[in-house]
């Protein structure tokens, strides 16, 4: 599978490293509610057209890497993710609602997002040999001037 993704008027790859954790990181992602999230996250993902390339839920936070189409934003898919598994695992676990736990807030606020995809070095090296080309391309064309024929 090649790791760029085609859609009609774009080629891209759009790979994120999210990280985010349960309200004020207590240690629930165990057991049923761990299987929960891994499941619902990989049908959300799905549903939105993304594809997700690695998932590890720990006790207290979750690591996701996954490629995101880009009419798809970060913080949409976010928003979806934690809305929707709050939702259902207040459903499913009713004492989560309960002390010390939460009302009906399960995420933290905040999350962690990089990008994941090519090296800055190998980005510059890119980007310097683009330079170099289009250096040869120019003086191979010196002597051609698309607006000569309209200065004699």
């Known amino acids: 599978m090649s790791k760029y993704k085609k859609q009609p ?9 999210i990280v ?12 049923l509610v761990k299987d929960l999230v891994e499941r619902d996250i990989q049908l959300l993902s799905k549903w939105k ?4 390339i690695e998932l590890t839920v720990q006790s207290d936070h979750v ?13 949409e898919l976010m928003g ?6 709050a939702i259902k695992l207040f459903k499913s676990y009713p004492q989560l609602k309960k002390k010390p736990y939460w009302g009906n807030h399960f995420w933290a606020r905040g999350y962690f997002v990089n990008t994941v995809g090519l090296n800055e070095d190998h980005i510059r090296r890119y980007v310097t040999y683009q330079e170099t080309e289009d250096r ?3 003086s191979q ?3 051609f001037d698309l607006f000569e024929s309209l200065h004699e």
Request: charged residues 25%.
């Open 49 to 52: 057209g993304c594809e997700m």
């Open 63 to 75: 690591h996701l890497v996954i490629s995101i189409r880009p009419k798809v934003s970060v913080w």
């Open 136 to 138: 040869k391309e120019e």
């Open 141 to 143: 064309n010196e002597g």
């Open 20 to 31: 985010w954790t349960p309200k004020d990181r207590f240690r629930v992602l165990t057991g």
């Open 80 to 85: 979806i993710l934690n809305g929707k598994l």
């Open 9 to 17: 008027h774009a080629v891209w790859t759009c790979d994120y490293h």
